[in-house]
């Protein structure tokens, strides 16, 4: 699947960012809910090459990581992998992003954040220029108020999953189970290509 191009004219579009590292049925669900709830016509799955909040390298390479993106979102008309941040490589700005994409879609970008990254929101790259230009909307994991900056921001009524790419790295590494974790696609690629076995503690 290539990057989401001209498919996205006349279209609402929301953007889901992240490491990706692996993608699992979490990121899909929430992805899923704001498909349903919103109207948005085309969920974006955007990797980072290397988010600016993480000190650590991706433990898949940006090729891996894409391709397990491309085999989790085949099959939903409504999902698509944007994977210009990886083009561009270095650290990857959300709003470097939204920048890009804006004007070859319907209206204002969505922007989806997990409520782990809510506290360091305001430390993030140009973060008023990110509230101007896109819906901001938040997956909760529980009912704590959003902080001044995000007052504005939708708090998603999710049902969130306790599931995690840490805890499904560490999972691989100490050889328990992880099927089911991700998409069944997702879980051949990780066992054919050996991925994370060596991660048990990253």
Known sequence: MAAAGP????????LLGGT??????GHLFVAEEVHRL?????????????????????????QQRLEMLQLAVAGNHAFAVESWELHQGGVSYT?????????RCDGRLG????DDLVEGFDRWHLAQELIRRTDIMVARRDDRPLPGLLSAATALDNSPLAVSSSMIRERIGRGAAFRYLVPESV???IQRHGLYRMHAVR
Do not use: N, W
Not at 95 to 103: A, Q, Y
């Open 7 to 14: 498919m996205m004219s006349k279209q609402r579009v929301a």
């Open 20 to 25: 990706f590292d692996p993608v699992h049925v």
């Open 38 to 62: 919103f109207g948005y016509q085309r969920i974006l799955f955007v990797p980072a090459a290397q988010p600016p909040h993480k000190q650590r390298q991706p433990c898949a390479d940006a």
């Open 95 to 103: 709003v470097d992003t939204v920048r890009h994409l804006s004007g």
């Open 111 to 114: 922007l989806i954040i997990g």
């Open 187 to 189: 879980y051949d690629y």
